[in-house]
């Protein structure tokens, strides 16, 4: 049984699943829209933001950096540690945010305050945050813990049935 800090599931990502998503997600914003560039929520939303401004041939990126979960994946106090730098931003029409995940869609809410009209699209999206995105590519169950390939080390696991014997 898992105590208050450690997540009933867990779901390891590859950088090679993490890559193939991000360019699911790419294929899925490319139709229809003519981006003026892309806001990567840091730190979860700069890879696959690399991975989508390359597909999309987008060259103007920037970021937000909030801060709303702990080390010991603990929610906390949301956080802008900074804000977007470009000034033409605006309400956000035209401009896609990106980010790995959507949890709780408490950041997703801060930003969407910040940039309305923008499109926000994720790679993962959990139900609770789910409706605070436009897309994304990957539902997991809100009591799944993802850990990125940036956040593990390859080591070994024990099989899952064995893990229920004990």
């Given at each position: 049984m898992a105590d208050a800090k450690t997540p009933a599931k867990t779901f390891p990502v590859s950088w090679e699943e993490l890559h193939r998503n991000a360019k699911a997600l790419a294929w899925r914003l490319i139709d229809g829209h003519s981006w003026k560039g892309i806001i990567a929520i840091a730190r979860g939303g700069l890879v696959p933001a690399a991975i989508i401004a390359r597909e999309l041939d987008l060259r103007v990126v920037d970021t937000i950096c909030i801060k709303s979960y702990s080390d010991d994946h603990t929610r906390g106090e949301i956080r802008i540690l900074k804000n977007i730098a470009q000034a033409d931003i605006?309400?956000?029409e035209g401009w896609l945010i990106i980010d790995d995940l959507v949890d709780t869609g408490y950041t997703a809410k801060a930003v969407r305050e910040l940039m309305p009209k923008a499109h926000f699209a994720t790679v993962y999206a959990?139900?609770?945050?789910?409706?605070?995105?436009?897309?994304y590519v990957t539902e997991v169950s809100q009591d799944t813990w993802i850990f990125f390939p940036w956040d593990?080390?390859?080591q070994f696991a024990q099989p899952l049935a064995s893990q229920r014997r004990g």
């Open positions: 605006g309400d956000g959990k139900p609770s945050g789910r409706p605070m995105v436009d897309t593990v080390e390859p």
